[in-house]
């Protein structure tokens, strides 16, 4: 898991710091609410419970403020999944895991899921969140000679694009676990996995989600 950033040194600092991420939490579930940032600065600085001036003492724009949401929601999401996935060895199995988890995140966090399924492709190849995470087990699996892949950003945009469309296959069909499974397995068989031991891998007990 990332390590938490530095607490603000003074009472100034750590209320500035307090009203920034009220405003991001607003902004996050407007997000996951609406799917866009169509609304006023007003209703976003109502949804923090902060003044309508405080807003432009944080973010230039609102769409600072929801660049910083989605980067907070989706900071939030890998942390969870290197939590759930940091005592797995093998890159096979935690891909696999992660994929699974999608599903169980959608139920337990439907709020980051919310922002993952409107906002999440365009963050695919993002430098935060869960862009670099994906990118990181592809390139280990690929250098240990797990994944048999030419290029790991192309693997990385299979690998996301699949995932998105299991999420979003979720919020509007009910899926149970064996659709997490099946995606799994045929993740790891694309990135080269054998049949066999994508499928034993896509069945593995599942570890447990923090909260």
Excluded at 111 to 133: A, D, M, N
Excluded at 194 to 204: H, R
């Amino acid at each position: 898991m990332q390590p938490s950033p530095p607490q603000p040194v003074n009472r100034f600092e750590r209320r500035r710091a307090q009203t920034r991420q009220a405003l991001i939490r607003g902004a996050r579930a407007i997000l996951a609410e609406r799917g866009n940032a169509e609304v006023s600065i007003q209703v976003i600085a109502e949804r923090a419970d902060v003044g309508f001036g405080t807003f432009y003492n944080h973010f230039e724009t609102k769409e600072a403020l929801f660049d910083a949401a989605v980067a907070d929601a989706l900071e939030e999401y890998g942390q969870l999944l290197d939590a759930a996935t940091e005592s797995i060895d093998d890159p096979a199995e935690t891909v696999a895991t992660s994929v699974r988890l999608a599903l169980r995140l959608a139920v337990s966090h439907p709020e980051i899921t919310g922002i993952l399924r409107f906002r999440g492709l365009q963050h695919v190849h993002s430098g935060t969140g869960l862009g670099p995470r994906a990118l990181r087990d592809v390139e280990v699996g690929r250098a240990s000679g797990r994944f048999r892949v030419a290029d790991a950003q192309v693997a990385l945009s299979v690998v996301g694009g699949a995932v998105l469309g299991l999420i979003q296959l979720g919020a509007t069909t009910e899926l149970d676990e064996a659709a997490g499974e099946q995606t799994a397995e045929m993740i790891l068989r694309m990135l080269g996995v054998p049949a066999d031991e994508a499928q034993t891998l896509a069945t593995k007990p599942l570890p447990a989600l923090g909260q």
